[in-house]
């Protein structure tokens, strides 16, 4: 019995450290695509440097450049908190990167949560490790205080109080949680938020994101398993026998190592950096601070990511209606998202052409951008002019944007962020786009700091344009 127990033992290991060199033989393969790369996002950087490579000088050099002509000012905590986790990765000094001490430029940040969330989360993993700046406003321990207000009755966090609970920010939320376990309060709200990641994981093991499946998600659950030291078979997270790693692999990895936002779409930047920075998480145990790695997170057996992933959709996952005559009346996929209050105003921005959305899916819940602020402005104004000039350094002729961005500018409509940079793909808040709204219908502007929803933004142009008065 004990001899067969022992076999039974040696083959479990023999198949995990099969998974493990797998999920590393992928790792270096996007490695190698990244490093081919002119230019690179933050988080793909992050990934070299996790996986041992030397992100190119070029790189820093971009960075550099960008912090300087802003003199070392961004709109968001958000911004200088990746920043510092990508510099505290790299074994360089966060407060004296280039002559800004940006550790003292998060503390002293006011509206810490301005980009919800996500800010005070990332903000929480930049000041983990590093000792507090004298008259510093912000600290862990009033951060970890602040997050942890943030939380649902059913375990989840939203992007904002009183929203509902977002699986993404959630698993990013665990993550943080899990380097202050023994805080009581902390630990409490890490397994409340674990409980709550464990029941959106359908039967299949798949996560969603406005009933869209999302790869995205799989990979900060494994992200916040690895740093928070529990292993990928772990019952709460296994289902048909398969960990969230083989769902990933199996379901979401293309032929050429890049990874798929949904199954039924072709792979994406943001799922693919995502993708590996979750690989690179079993490898480290962490990914955003660095920590010892207290256990070694083995997948259950899966085939090897070098052959060819399937691409069978699992059938309790519905892409598209099922029903020949159920039609969508705007079109979108995600027309199920959109709140009620909003609807009827939605239809009209369709049938007005005034909005579009990102492919087949309007994203009603997310907030919206200052490029797709500046499209929406552009159609309601309306505006012809289609001309391109080097004005911002962020906006280049080849950006869907740059036509709608140009034009707002040009006509007074909306301005930049600043006299360098026009941001946008940064959060639109209520104050500016009713500023900008007001350069055209002469409304009243709303002081307001917030941010704005898709839906509630397209809902109070067509209110102002189309419809009622504001």
């Keep these: 019995m004990r001899k067969a ?17 797998a999920s590393e033989d992928t790792c270096e393969k996007i490695s190698q695509l990244y490093l081919e790369k002119a230019e690179l996002s933050l988080w793909e950087a992050l990934g070299l440097s996790l996986n041992g490579y030397r992100i190119p000088d070029s790189y820093y050099a971009a960075l550099k450049e960008d912090i300087v002509s802003r003199n070392g000012v961004y709109r968001t905590s958000l911004e200088y908190a990746k920043i510092i986790i990508l510099l505290k990765q790299d074994g360089k000094n966060p407060k004296d990167f280039h002559g800004y001490n940006l550790v003292s430029l998060l503390q002293s940040f006011k509206k810490i949560d301005k980009s919800g969330v996500n800010g005070v989360i990332f903000a929480l993993f930049a000041l983990t490790d590093v000792q507090s700046e004298d008259n510093a406003i912000w600290t862990k321990d009033n951060l970890l ?4 207000e943030y939380q649902n009755e059913d375990g989840g966090f939203p992007l904002a109080k009183g929203w509902g609970s977002d699986s993404d920010l959630t698993a990013m939320a665990v993550s943080v949680l899990a380097y202050y376990q023994n805080n009581k309060q902390a630990k409490e709200a890490m397994d409340k938020a674990l409980s709550y990641l464990s029941g959106k994981l359908d039967n ?21 398993l690895c740093t928070a030291g529990i292993s990928l078979n772990d019952s709460r997270f296994v289902r048909n026998g398969k960990t969230l790693y083989d769902t990933l692999i199996e379901n979401y990895m293309t032929k050429d190592f890049r990874f798929k936002h949904s199954i039924s779409q072709s792979a994406d930047a943001m799922a693919t950096e995502q993708a590996y920075l979750a690989l690179s998480a079993m490898k480290t145990g962490y990914v955003y601070v660095k920590k010892e790695k207290s256990v070694i997170p083995e997948p259950s057996p899966s085939p090897s990511p070098i052959a060819s992933p399937s691409s069978t959709v699992p059938p309790n996952i519905i892409h598209e209606p099922t029903d020949p005559a159920v039609v969508r009346k705007t079109g979108f996929f995600d027309e199920e998202s959109i709140s009620k209050r909003y609807y009827s105003d939605v239809l009209t921005a369709y ?5 579009v959305g990102d492919g087949n899916n309007l994203r009603p819940l997310d907030n919206l951008t200052r490029a797709e602020a500046c499209v929406m402005l552009y159609n309601v104004a309306p505006l012809d002019t289609d001309i391109f000039v080097p004005r911002f350094k962020d906006i280049c002729r080849e950006s869907w944007y740059s036509k709608y961005v140009l034009a707002c500018y040009l006509n007074g409509i909306m301005f930049g962020a600043d006299e360098v940079y026009f941001e946008p793909d ?8 009713t500023e900008s709204i007001s350069r055209i219908a002469g409304i009243d502007v709303v002081n307001d700091d917030s941010f704005i929803t898709r839906e509630a933004a397209i809902s109070l142009m067509v209110k102002i344009f189309y419809g009622e008065s504001y």
């Excluded at 205080?145 to 942890?148: A, S, V």
């Design 204 to 224: 299949d093991g798949f996560m969603y994101y406005q009933k869209f499946d999302s790869s995205e998600i799989l990979s900060q659950i494994i992200i916040a």
């Design 5 to 21: 127990l022992a076999v039974i033992l040696a083959v479990c290991v023999l198949l995990g450290a099969v998974c493990v060199k």
């Design 145 to 148: 205080t602040l997050l942890l």
């Design 426 to 433: 940064s959060y639109i808040t209520v104050f500016e786009l």
């Design 351 to 355: 049938t007005e052409k005034l909005v």
